[in-house]
């Protein structure tokens, strides 16, 4: 069982980027998933999640109406587009699966490595 988060890198502010959350050993379909962040010196935090049925979705209010969460069940993968990033936005970005629709880190089962995001002239 495993998830693979990916697409981080360096970006200007203002820019866009799209993470992805592979799965593999298990399938997505039955699991919410979350992205958090965690920037340095700062706890981990929720930025989005999306149910595993109705695609019901919850953002963070910092992030609300720049980042998109989605899924594609057929690849087994959920998405991160995130536009109009701003310094702040720089962390670690993981994803996580879990039982049930909430932006508690505590209550997600399974957790990808990260992927470093950097908004930086």
């Known amino acids: 069982v495993q998830l693979q988060a990916s697409g981080g890198g360096l970006v200007q502010p203002g820019g866009s980027l799209r993470l992805s959350c592979a799965a593999s050993g298990f399938t997505l379909d039955y699991y919410a998933i979350g992205w958090f962040r965690q920037a340095p010196g700062k706890e981990r935090e929720g930025v989005s999640c999306i149910s595993s049925s109705d695609g019901s979705t919850y953002y963070a209010d910092s992030v609300k109406g720049r980042f998109t969460i989605s899924r594609d069940n057929a690849k087994n993968t959920v998405y991160l587009q995130m536009n109009s990033l701003k310094p702040d936005d720089t962390a670690v970005y993981y994803c996580?699966?879990?039982?049930?629709?909430?932006?508690?880190?505590?209550?997600?089962?399974?957790w990808g490595q990260g992927t470093q995001v950097t908004v930086s002239s």
């Open positions: 996580a699966a879990g039982p049930i629709l909430t932006m508690r880190k505590d209550a997600y089962t399974y």
